[in-house]
Antibody, heavy 123, light 109 residues
Framework: QVQLQESGPGLVKPSQTLSLTCTVS??????????WSWIRQHPGKGLEWIGY???????YYNPSLKSRVTISVDTSKNQFSLKLSSVTAADTAVYYC???????????????WGQGTLVTVSS | QSALTQPRSVSGSPGQSVTISCTGT?????????VSWYQQHPGKAPKLMIY???KRPSGVPDRFSGSKSGNTASLTISGLQAEDEADYYC?????????FGGGTKLTVL
């Protein structure tokens, strides 16, 4: 059974960089066939896809966040990470990591999710 | 890219059927047979209920079904049960990125 767990600071100051890590257990990121994803949910709102990464390092990002987002992978630790720069209060949200599935070039659904972590942007 | 359009809320009585719509464009829902649906209970992570428009992952009851016509996808829940009360989100491939719907709150009366 694949499990994902987010970790990182729950409070980030405006203009700083939000950094989160997702640790995967029960399966290897390096095995391929999946895109490892970040998704967020603003308080009381819907889901927003941030981006995903393949074990090889290939990435896709939401065009609306692309200029501020970096997703990286560390296969030796079976982890992948999110960095979101120049944050504002509008980036306050629950951040989820998830395993993305689909077809070559068309990765689009998420079958395993972490429990989510609330990140608040405030001074 | 805009979020897919879902009704804010739907409701039904136990045993009844409800359908939740998800409207996009020819660039997402209408352009691909790659629509998924998620159920989210309060304070919990979303759970995959449907993928590839109408396929159910193992363990999802066959009371849940999906379909698509043109730019609109639909999730139908038949034989409503109290535990189906939750938020539901649709999601579509949109050509190198992914877009979610705004979510629908299902109330079981």
């Amino acid at each position: 059974q694949v499990q994902l767990q987010e970790s990182g600071p729950g409070l980030v100051k405006p203009s700083q960089t939000l950094s989160l890590t997702c640790t995967v257990s029960g399966g290897s990121i390096s095995s391929g066939g999946y895109y490892w994803s970040w998704i967020r949910q603003h308080p009381g709102k819907g889901l927003e896809w941030i981006g995903y990464i393949y074990y090889s390092g290939s990435t896709y990002y939401n065009p609306s966040l692309k200029s501020r987002v970096t997703i990286s992978v560390d296969t030796s630790k079976n982890q992948f990470s999110l960095k979101l720069s120049s944050v504002t209060a509008a980036d306050t949200a629950v951040y989820y990591c998830a395993r993305g599935r689909g077809y070559p070039g068309r990765w689009y659904y998420f079958d395993y999710w972490g429990q989510g972590t609330l990140v608040t942007v405030s001074s | 890219q805009s979020a897919l359009t879902q009704p804010r809320s739907v409701s039904g009585s136990p045993g009844q059927s409800v359908t939740i719509s998800c409207t996009g464009t020819s660039s997402d829902v209408g352009g691909y047979n790659y629509v998924s649906w998620y159920q989210q209970h309060p304070g919990k992570a979303p759970k995959l209920m449907i993928y590839d428009v109408s396929k159910r992952p193992s363990g999802v009851p066959d009371r849940f079904s999906g379909s698509k016509s043109g730019n609109t996808a639909s999730l139908t829940i038949s034989g409503l049960q109290a535990e189906d009360e939750a938020d539901y989100y649709c999601c579509s491939y949109a050509g190198s990125y992914v877009v979610f719907g705004g979510g629908t709150k299902l109330t079981v009366l």
